[in-house]
């Protein structure tokens, strides 16, 4: 499975606002998803004007974003990529920001920040590889995790004893469970959405509204 990778400029994080970590963040000791095990808190609500959240989530929404002339500005033909395959919305860095606030707004963003771990476990070194897996199993795959993924017992049970005696591959069975999840489930209401559906049309030529 492909990592999420793309040369998309950042979005700057906002007050209330989720946004899904880049690998290389999971490995800082101080802000890591891994062990943050403050209980999810429900937003009051998610019914704020769409247009002003994506906003202020996306720099240049109000300018400049409806040219792709820069390959540093949104474009609306890289919008409607993320609608061809999930794989596509995650190599894109704003589709996996964008995708992530979607899944916070459903309270599952376990499945992302999970999904994102494993991508970042998979380069670890040898040397780190069990203090990490312990990380990851005990924040998204423990029966007691505050993060806890949603799979089947036969797979909780089989990763927690690959954790035991950490590989690159010991996740791989739960990745792909959540992977497919998202796919199946998250993705296409994700489409659907106005999120989705209103960066779209805001960045597209009014000719073609």
Request: charged share 30%; with cysteine; hydrophobic share 35%.
């Amino acid at each position: 499975m492909p990592a999420a990778a793309s040369s998309m400029p950042r979005v700057d994080k906002m007050p209330g606002v989720f946004f899904s970590a880049h690998p290389k963040e999971l490995k800082g000791a101080g802000h890591s998803l891994l062990d943050d095990k403050t209980p999810k808190r429900r937003p009051k609500t998610f019914g704020m004007d769409v247009k002003a959240y994506l906003r202020s989530m996306i720099p240049h929404l109000e300018s400049g974003m409806r040219s792709a002339k820069s390959k540093d500005i949104l474009s609306a033909d890289e919008v409607m990529q993320w609608s061809q395959s999930l794989e596509k919305l995650l190599a894109s860095q704003t589709g996996l920001d964008v995708f992530g606030s979607f899944l916070k707004s459903e309270f599952s963003e376990e499945n992302i920040e999970f999904w994102l771990a494993c991508e970042d476990y998979k380069k670890t070194d040898s040397d780190h590889l069990h203090c990490k897996a312990e990380k990851i199993y005990k924040a998204f795959v423990h029966s007691d995790a505050a993060k806890q993924i949603n799979i089947d017992f036969r797979t909780r049970e089989s990763t927690a004893k690959k954790v035991k005696a950490p590989t690159p591959t010991c996740f791989d069975e739960a990745q792909k469970i959540i992977y497919t999840l998202m796919e199946k489930d998250s993705y296409p209401r994700f489409l659907k959405s106005d999120i989705y559906l209103n960066l779209l049309n805001d960045l597209q030529p009014s000719s073609l509204k």
